[in-house]
């Protein structure tokens, strides 16, 4: 039997263009969208023989447009699972065919050029241009739905780190994606359908644990999905909301994330993500959120390691970001939707983040042959922000900084 596991991030382009939208833009004169996205996404893969499970978060961004004084662009962001079989034997070089199903999210807006510079005359007139977006997920993670599909190749290969077990990995992944399901994703009279459908390649790297140096509890790569809620509340943000005649954010933001850890001779080493979202009634017709993603790198060291039980110490090093809108809840169809455009309010700024952290775990052994842990942690941390996060002129600093509780299930080989 051979194992492997490994996690990576890579980038590269896919296709997508909005058909509908451009026709009606060409009977106006104007130009179609950029037809192709920007990717960016961390993926984990376990192997075990010929048989490959594994995960991929990626996020897509359409080229900008301008028209007038706004500027148009979409994006989306997709969680695959990927089930696949590779092709060699387990070597430095893999060739993997996979397909993967998951859920996806879309954003479409046209805004101003120019943001406001200050916080009061935003709220005062929140309505600047307009936003749709399909399974909202800066309203909380849980929002992410209708099903999109892939089907590629990956191929591999691994570099040796000098008197380290793990390997360098370089990647690249080929393939197509769409949505299975025709009309899954229509807003406002136009259907986004072809924005999630395209050929795509990604190019990466990551760090891979293979075969010949995979030893049971001495050296692994894992993966799990945690859930957890942050000790802090937007008070002064909320302050300017009411002042503004807008309903306050209420209770604490609470977020849905993944985490990939690899341990190793007690060292500790991975990247995480997670979706921190807050959300409500702004008035009696619209609705309001306060989402901040977060993407870190952690290094660590594992103090304690007693049968299945361990406890480790993660600092971690990585981008925030901060993002208010506004949404009026019922906007016209297209063409007259296009031709208003002002509904909705959008702000955001990001910087770095820095974050100590320590963790319990439980690993609890699946199979007779121990093929794998059910892993269960239980995490507490501190953020503290390397930038002021400002909100038009309103720093968000204070909001970004504070204590975390989360708690987590997943897998490790």
């Known amino acids: 039997m051979s194992k492997r596991s490994s996690f990576y991030v890579v980038g590269g382009i896919s296709g997508g263009k909005l058909n509908q939208f451009d026709n009606m833009l060409a009977e106006r004169g104007l130009s179609g969208l950029r037809n192709k996205y920007q990717t960016v996404g961390l993926g984990y893969q376990a192997r075990i023989n010929d048989f490959v499970l594994g995960m991929d978060v990626i996020h897509n961004r359409g080229g900008v447009s301008e028209l007038d004084d706004f500027r148009m662009n979409y994006r989306t962001s997709r969680a695959l699972l990927n089930v696949g079989y590779a092709l060699t034997e387990e070597s430095r070089f893999q060739l993997i065919h996979y397909m993967s199903l998951g859920v996806g999210f879309l954003n479409f807006q046209m805004l101003p050029a120019n943001s406001p510079d200050e916080l009061d005359v935003f709220l005062d007139n929140p309505k600047q241009g307009f936003i749709l977006r399909e399974k909202d997920i800066q309203k909380g993670t849980s929002n992410y739905g209708n099903f999109l599909t892939e089907i590629g190749f990956q191929l591999s290969y691994d570099f040796d780190l000098p008197g380290r077990r793990e390997a360098i990995q370089l990647i690249t992944k080929m393939g197509y994606s769409f949505s299975p399901l025709e009309g899954k994703w229509n807003m406002n009279g136009i259907s986004f359908d072809n924005a999630q459908s395209g050929a795509f390649i990604r190019v990466g790297a990551g760090i891979s644990l293979p075969d010949r140096n995979f030893f049971y509890k001495d050296a692994s790569i894992g993966i799990s999905m945690f859930r957890g809620v942050h000790f802090t509340s937007p008070k002064g943000f909320n302050e300017k909301l009411k002042e503004a005649g807008i309903n306050p954010l209420t209770g604490m933001p609470s977020n849905w994330g993944l985490r990939i850890l690899g341990n190793t001779e007690r060292l500790l080493y991975g990247a995480e993500l997670y979706n921190l979202a ?32 361990g406890v480790g110490a993660l600092g971690g090093l990585g981008y925030g970001n901060i993002r208010y809108t ?16 002002e509904f909705d309010g959008y702000l955001k700024n990001s910087g770095l983040m820095l974050k100590p952290e320590v963790f319990i775990e439980y690993g609890i052994p699946m199979t007779k042959r121990k093929l794998f842990d059910m892993v269960l942690t239980a995490s507490a941390g501190y953020e503290i922000p390397l930038a002021n996060y400002k909100l038009a002129d309103y720093s968000m600093s204070s909001y970004m900084a504070g204590s975390y509780l989360s708690f987590g299930i997943g897998v490790r080989p």
């Open 278 to 309: 807050m959300s409500g009634k702004a008035n009696a017709d619209h609705t309001h959120s306060l989402n901040s993603l977060r993407v870190y790198a952690n290094m660590g060291y594992n103090l304690l390691q007693f049968r299945n039980f």
């Open 326 to 341: 506004h949404l009026q809840a019922s906007k016209p169809d297209f063409p007259e939707l296009f031709e208003q455009r």
